[in-house]
């Protein structure tokens, strides 16, 4: 029982890190993993995009869900940012004004990446910002 335990637990870690992986490989030239607003605003001139925490926050903040089921606003939330990796607008950015104003919209990443790479980042911005607030 413990080995099947120890396998499961081993499992999830390797795909977790593969979501990582992709961020680290397609998406942190862009994107800070992890600051503060105060930092933010000390650094704004040099970021390229928006941090991850607060892509994430925002998802989390404006994807609602009618009776709050956390499955289903998960796999909402991961349909949207597979789609919108490979089809960012203005229209369907969840960024505030400002941020757009100064970052502009994402490029398209249509091509770059696969839909299992989609899939872990996807899950990854889920799950590595779960109860941390920007």
């Given at each position: 029982m413990n080995?099947?335990?120890m396998l499961l637990v081993g499992a999830c870690g390797l795909y977790g890190a593969e979501g990582y992986s992709v961020y680290q490989k397609h998406c942190m030239?862009?994107?800070v993993?992890?600051?503060?607003?105060?930092e933010v605003v000390r650094m704004l001139h040099t970021l390229k995009a928006p941090p991850?925490?607060?892509?994430?926050?925002?998802?989390?903040?404006n994807i609602i869900?009618?009776?709050?089921?956390?499955?289903?606003?998960?796999?909402?939330?991961?349909?949207?940012?597979?789609?919108?990796i490979d089809n960012p607008s203005v229209q369907y950015s969840m960024c505030h004004p400002m941020a757009i104003e100064k970052?502009?919209?994402?490029?398209?990443?249509?091509?770059k990446l696969?839909?299992?790479?989609?899939?872990?980042?996807?899950?990854w911005i889920i799950d590595r910002y779960k109860g941390v607030k920007f």
């Open positions: 080995k099947i335990l030239q862009c994107h993993e992890m600051m503060e607003k105060k991850m925490i607060e892509v994430s926050n925002r998802l989390k903040e869900i009618a009776d709050d089921d956390d499955d289903v606003k998960r796999r909402v939330t991961i349909a949207f940012i597979k789609d919108y970052f502009g919209i994402m490029p398209s990443q249509k091509g696969n839909e299992e790479e989609k899939q872990a980042v996807a899950e």
